[in-house]
């Protein structure tokens, strides 16, 4: 009844942090996706920002928006690992990742803006599709575009999606579909593990950029299920 939808909004706000960042799925039931569990969900998340700059000081935060103040592009990220495959750069260590090139402000602002348009995009089509968990393809897709767009792509970050990837295999074909792309993205994430730690050739930014654009091609492959099913019923 509504008198749980404080509590799922609660759930919600706890998800965010407990997750580092907005791709965490909302709980089903509980009414997380109701108007009345908005208000707990914000102050959780504020509450938690508060907590989170009290302790830890200003620095926290500016790091996390500023990639510590690295300047290139981690060179297992999408952009990176086309950069290093295109100019042939040498991948110079920095802020614990290496990295190739330079990143504009406008490249960080694009970055940033493609980030919540993706998520905008994927909740706002978990929300018009209702009777499907969220859960399963939903979320693959929810972390698979952070996991894209991120400036920096560590290799154990593909761990982030397997809970959700187990829900979806076993859904329909559709969350299947997502699902068997995001098993690729994490084999090779796999792969990627086992090299040495300044090992970063022609090969391994190869199947950096195969991974990276697997999790490319989960969002696509989602996003584009509704348009794909309408013309299908006509």
Known sequence: GPPRA????AARGLEFW?????SAPPRAGGGARRPAALGPAAAIVAVGGLAWFLWGGRDGPIQVLTSRGAVGWAVDSTVGSIVRLVTG???IAEANALRVGAIP?????ASFVALVATQVAIWHDAERDRDREP???TSVAAVAALLALAPVSPTLAAAWVVPWVAVAISSDREERRVATLAIGAIALSGILALRGPVDQGTVPTLLALTRNLLWVAVVASWLTRPITRRATLR
């Open 89 to 91: 750069e040498p991948a």
């Open 105 to 109: 402000l406008w490249a960080r602002a």
């Open 6 to 9: 404080p509590l799922g909004g």
């Open 135 to 137: 859960f399963g393809g």
């Open 18 to 22: 407990c997750s580092r960042g907005p």
